[in-house]
């Protein structure tokens, strides 16, 4: 019976432990209810450490807006060469955004310029 009972605490530990870890994952990608996403190579984005193309980032975006109450999405254009987004990725985003009534902004440094549909 002992046996039994620690076997299920130590169960309990490890799924709230996973349970913390998988929101910290999430927490990172959200920061002032803004999903931040960053431009990766051939038209894909990465956000949560996962990379993804149009189709696949619209169905995280709206599991985001869903679960974490996202208003917006920002697409991070940063300086160097690899993650400076491309006129098709910054559309997509403002089209994902439209469609799903969610602001769209892209970020240089720590300016937010907002994204609209082009």
């Not at 309990?12 to 990766?40: E, Y």
């Not at 060469?81 to 440094?109: C, M, P, V, W, Y």
């Amino acid at each position: 019976m002992k046996t039994l009972l620690g076997k299920s605490k130590t169960l309990l530990i490890v799924l709230a432990l996973g349970m913390f870890l998988a929101g910290m994952a999430h927490a990172g990608s959200i920061r002032d209810g803004k999903a931040v996403v960053t431009p990766a190579k051939e038209d894909r984005y990465t956000i949560d450490s996962f990379t993804f193309g149009k189709a696949e980032l619209f169905g995280y975006i709206s599991d985001l807006k869903e679960t974490k109450k996202i208003t917006g999405i920002v697409l991070k254009n940063g300086s160097s060469k690899d993650s400076k987004a491309t006129d098709e990725q910054r559309h997509s985003i403002a089209s994902i955004g439209n469609t799903l009534q969610l602001e769209t902004f892209t970020q240089d440094g720590k300016e937010l310029t907002p994204l609209a549909m082009e």
